[in-house]
């Protein structure tokens, strides 16, 4: 089942076209690249072209506009929302994905802190 999200952040976002690699977790298959919308310092919301479970556990590699180096960083899926690109013809679907970060380091941390609050936040 798909969920549109209610507004629970505890942390300001900031919209950012990053590219992303995602595996989940428990499941050895090649990992997915798609992009980021916006990141925050609890989260990140990104383009999926595939449908995720709410609950799955992903393992992200973020390459931050800003950054020489990836932020790793294990999340959870916490809201799926589907979308379609043009006439919702085979390979047009999308689905918003909103991950809550579980795990991430601290040097990662600082990295994300310091992008956000770098720039303007989004305005939703």
């Not at 925050?40 to 383009?47: D, H, R, T």
Request: glycine share 6%.
């Amino acid at each position: 089942m798909l969920n549109q999200p209610d507004e629970k952040r505890k942390f300001t976002r900031l919209s950012v076209l990053a590219d992303v690699a995602y595996t989940k977790k428990d499941i050895p298959e090649k990992g997915k690249v798609t992009f980021a919308k916006n990141i925050g310092a609890g989260g990140i919301c990104l383009i999926a072209y595939e449908e995720l479970k709410e609950s799955d556990v992903l393992e992200l590699k973020i390459l931050l506009p800003d950054e020489k180096e990836p932020v790793y960083i294990l999340g959870r899926v916490v809201w799926v929302r589907k979308f379609s690109m043009g006439d919702d013809t085979a390979g047009s679907k999308r689905y918003d994905v909103g991950v809550e970060f579980l795990k991430i380091s601290d040097v990662d941390k600082q990295k994300v802190d310091k992008y956000v609050f770098a720039h303007k936040p989004v305005k939703e």
